[in-house]
């Protein structure tokens, strides 16, 4: 068994859409996905883009993804890493693959003097929060995350 890190690529872009349509069917969210392999493409490849996307592969076959982007921190004065998703499909779990993904992401945060990595996961999700606390990962607790999106979005840039 080898579980190998690698770039995503443009050709890529149909199994990230998968990983992402599994991943909203286990947070019972499917319905939400917007997503189609051209704002992929889009997104995730084009030149202008700031989001990268790696793939997990066992035996040469896709078994996860994560999706992360670069932000900043003022009182840091430094980067952060941002997981924006991280995904291993449901045969997969508990094969080490998602270890090795957060390790390949932690690499890549220490190669660019980020001062955090961070990530939000479910409440409800309690096999991927005790997974992250196993690896030491700590939740933060006096942050509310906030959105705006869809009309609430529109009202406030015409307001």
Not at 50 to 72: H, L, M, Q, R, W
Not at 101 to 128: H, M, T
């Amino acid at each position: 068994m080898s579980i190998v890190i690698r770039e995503a690529n443009l050709n890529d872009s149909s199994t990230i859409l998968r990983f992402i349509k599994e991943l909203a069917r286990y947070e019972k969210a499917e319905h939400e996905v917007l997503a189609t392999e051209q704002s992929i493409k889009y997104s995730i490849f084009s030149e202008t883009t700031s989001t990268k996307a790696i793939i997990c592969e066992k035996d040469g076959n896709p078994v996860g993804f994560a999706v992360y982007f670069f932000n900043y921190s003022t009182w840091l004065g430094k980067h952060g890493l941002y997981l924006e998703d991280l995904y291993v499909s449901q045969a997969e779990r508990g094969s080490g693959a998602g270890k090795v993904l957060l390790k390949y992401l932690a690499k890549i945060a220490i190669a660019n003097n980020c001062g955090r990595f961070e990530w939000s996961v479910l409440d409800w999700n309690q096999p991927a929060i005790d997974f992250y606390e196993s690896i030491g990962a700590k939740p933060k607790n006096e942050w509310i995350g906030y959105q705006l999106t869809g009309e609430n979005l529109i009202a406030l840039a015409e307001s």
